[in-house]
């Protein structure tokens, strides 16, 4: 059964009818013990369907400012008659851009010319703003050619993080156009290489302070609203798969020990890290749902 969170958490945020069209939805639940009483964890997605299209055959925004793989997903907890919930967004990049599909193992991607470029990108985040609040942007996308993969296969690593720079670069500039908005670049492949997720560290330290600024939504069991969630996350790489699902991920799990820390159910120095089944079933709880959305 859905818990009011979601009532709360999604709906008034549409009510007015300015929100998206998110009608795609996707749950998955997964239940542990702490101090001897149940924790449910319940992670919806939602995806929007005003530019909908396979990977690679629809990219950026359209004029209106709609994006492709736009998926809202809300982290729901529910621990001793208080519920919680987080929620991230991810997208594709906000520009005008195409990768038109050939016989290459990755397409190049394009950047579409065209006078309307600042006023897409202002009306996408505008959108944004009127349904979540503050919004800061995480920039999953490669600047610069990494040595240790051109080794490899230098011309092919040259061609693909060139042109991947070169679309970061763009989005990077129009970021420019609104300072009211907080662009962080993380260069996932260059600081997480080699399977080190770990270092995603180094950007939470960096937007800790925003994050938690944002906070989360909570609720007790007479249905009173305790905490709100200010603002959100809009995370992106290329295809928003890979890199986007495990700083998702990373995000979630944090803000999901600051949740249960709040309820009662950790202590300030606990984390669901340190429990391996506990943590093995938030990964899986959090994979399963972003592959299929994905």
Request: aromatic content about 10%; glycine content about 6%.
């Amino acid at each position: 059964m859905l818990s009011p969170s979601f009532v709360f958490q999604h709906w008034r945020k549409y009510a007015s009818g300015v929100g998206p069209s998110l009608t795609i939805l996707r749950f998955q639940t997964e239940q542990f013990t702490l101090k001897d009483r149940l924790v449910r964890i319940t992670l919806f997605s939602r995806r929007c369907n005003r530019r909908l299209g396979t990977r690679m055959w629809r990219r950026g925004a359209n004029l209106e400012g709609a994006t492709a793989n736009f998926v809202e997903t809300e982290q729901l907890v529910e621990y001793e008659g208080l519920t919680s919930s987080f929620i991230q967004v991810r997208g594709s990049i906000p520009l005008l851009w195409e990768q038109i599909v050939d016989l290459s193992y990755k397409p190049r991607p394009s950047i579409i010319e065209h006078e309307e470029m600042t006023k897409v990108v202002e009306r996408h985040f505008h959108d944004l703003s009127q349904r979540y609040g503050d919004t800061m942007v995480i920039d999953l996308t490669d600047k610069a050619v990494q040595q240790r993969q051109m080794t490899v296969c230098p011309i092919f690593f040259l061609l693909q993080q060139g042109d991947e720079g070169n679309l970061s670069n763009a989005f990077a500039a129009e970021m420019q156009n609104f300072p009211d908005i907080r662009y962080v670049h993380f260069d996932f492949h260059h600081i997480c290489g080699g399977g080190n997720f770990d270092n995603l560290q180094v950007l939470y330290d960096e937007i800790e302070e925003a994050i938690q600024k944002q906070g989360y939504f909570l609720m007790n069991s007479k249905g009173e609203i305790l905490l709100d969630q200010s603002g959100v996350v809009r995370s992106n790489c290329i295809d928003c798969l890979d890199r986007t699902n495990v700083t998702q991920s990373f995000l979630a799990r944090k803000s999901l020990d600051s949740q249960l820390r709040r309820m009662g159910a950790l202590s300030s120095a606990e984390s669901i890290s340190q429990s391996d089944s506990i943590n093995d079933k938030f990964k899986k709880c959090k994979c399963g749902l972003s592959m299929v959305m994905s």
